[in-house]
């Protein structure tokens, strides 16, 4: 079983930043990767980004390329998201996710554990 506990969202004016935390207990961390997805209201959740259990290899959705970084630390059991130059667009309930496999990925179903959700939000 595996225990997600993710901080750091609120509300932020466009173009300003936020960092969002997740750590993880249950399993060997960096065996796995790990993945951020969000959800906005009446949208369906999609990926944001991932990173591989070493944490060598990150992958971003288009439209946060440039802007969001995603970072881990293995010692720590905590995965990052960096969020920079923030847009309304961006307002959603983030989640992350805990990876089956160690490549990260973009699909959710290869994702076997979720944290409760944060909630960010980004006035105009």
């Known amino acids: 079983q595996v225990q997600l506990v993710e901080s750091g969202g609120g509300l932020v004016q466009a173009g300003g930043s936020l960092r969002l935390s997740c750590a993880a207990s249950?399993?060997?961390?960096?065996?796995?990767?790990m993945g951020w997805f969000r959800q906005a209201p009446g949208k369906e959740r999609e990926f944001v980004a991932a990173?591989?259990?070493?944490?060598?290899?990150?992958t971003y959705t288009e439209p946060v390329k440039g802007r969001f970084t995603n970072s881990r630390d293995n010692a720590k059991n905590t995965v990052y998201l960096q969020m920079n130059s923030l847009k309304p667009e961006d307002t959603a309930v983030y989640y992350c996710?805990?990876?089956?496999?160690?490549?990260?990925?973009?699909?959710?179903?290869?994702?076997?554990?979720w944290g409760q959700g944060t909630q960010v939000t980004v006035s105009s």
């Open positions: 990173i591989s259990g070493g944490g060598t290899i990150t």
């Open positions: 249950g399993r060997t961390f960096s065996r796995y990767a």
């Open positions: 996710a805990f990876g089956v496999y160690y490549s990260g990925s973009q699909k959710a179903h290869e994702y076997d554990y």
